[in-house]
């Protein structure tokens, strides 16, 4: 497997200077089913942005309608030679694998060249016939239309992602604002409870001056003025008198 990342580079377009640069790839030749496979790094890039056209030789790709611009060409490894009639591309996670069947490769002991046998197509039964579409042509457009829907399920998944976490987020919320909520009442209550026995407190000792206020003001009125010393003695007597009497009774 071979893979390679270059830094960025200039490209011209339309007489316009375009920076680009070449996605991470890898190259994989597999031997016994005689294929190549190409893998591209092309994160979070639309499928209708990729434009791909290899050739028989030479792998091409690039970005350049997208605002992240990507370019890729480069040969075939061991002089190896693919039939692009064959080949399929698919996109999923941002790596894109495009495999191609191979029709001439070099082997490294040998150095020979070893080739596929082409089956030879049939010719048209009816030269007036309307002209098939090219094989080409129809394998890319299909291929597009499997990469637009791999990202459509891919987009999907996200939006539903994102909705659950969404929702999650929001209940986490409304637990928390319920949290809080009973917290705030359950304050506001004991606030009340202490204001409640502070006012009784407060009522118990106003009844209490209250009281005191009205003894005074009764052992004021109860208070006798005496002329002389004779006085004082009747006045003690006859208390001492009423005194005895309430024993009695």
């Known amino acids: 497997?071979?893979?390679?990342?270059?830094?960025?580079?200039?490209?011209?377009?339309?007489?316009?200077?375009?920076?680009?640069?070449e996605p991470n790839y890898g190259c994989t030749i597999r031997f016994i089913k005689r294929v190549l496979i190409v893998n591209v790094t092309l994160h979070k890039i639309p499928p209708k942005f990729v434009n791909l056209d290899p050739t028989e030789t030479e792998f091409y790709l690039d970005t350049l309608g997208f605002s992240k611009k990507y370019k890729l060409r480069f040969s075939y490894p061991q002089d190896i030679q693919v039939d692009v009639d064959e080949s399929e591309a698919e996109l999923e996670y941002g790596i894109l694998k495009v495999t191609f069947p191979i029709t001439q490769i070099r082997d490294k002991k040998s150095g020979k060249l070893l080739r596929k046998k082409r089956r030879k197509r049939k010719a048209a039964a009816d030269d007036n016939s309307p002209a098939k579409k090219p094989k080409t042509e129809l394998n890319m457009e299909r291929q597009l239309e499997i990469i637009s829907e791999i990202n459509s399920e891919q987009n999907k998944k996200i939006e539903e992602s994102l909705q659950k976490e969404a929702e999650k987020n929001a209940y986490l919320a409304n637990t928390?604002?319920?949290?809080?909520?009973?917290?705030?009442?359950?304050?506001?209550?004991?606030?009340?409870?202490?204001d409640s026995i502070l006012k009784k407190q407060q009522e118990?000792?106003?009844?209490?001056?209250?009281?005191?206020?009205?003894?005074?003001?009764?052992?004021?009125?109860?208070?006798?003025?005496?002329?002389?010393?004779?006085?004082?003695?009747?006045?003690?007597?006859?208390a001492k008198i009423r005194t005895n009497r309430k024993k009695k009774n």
């Open 1 to 21: 497997m071979e893979s390679n990342t270059v830094p960025e580079t200039s490209t011209e377009t339309d007489g316009e200077q375009i920076n680009t640069l």
């Open 176 to 194: 928390e604002r319920n949290k809080s909520n009973k917290k705030a009442k359950q304050k506001r209550q004991k606030e009340q409870v202490l």
């Open 204 to 238: 118990q000792t106003d009844q209490e001056q209250e009281l005191e206020n009205k003894k005074a003001t009764a052992a004021s009125r109860r208070k006798v003025t005496f002329n002389n010393e004779v006085e004082v003695q009747e006045f003690h007597t006859k």
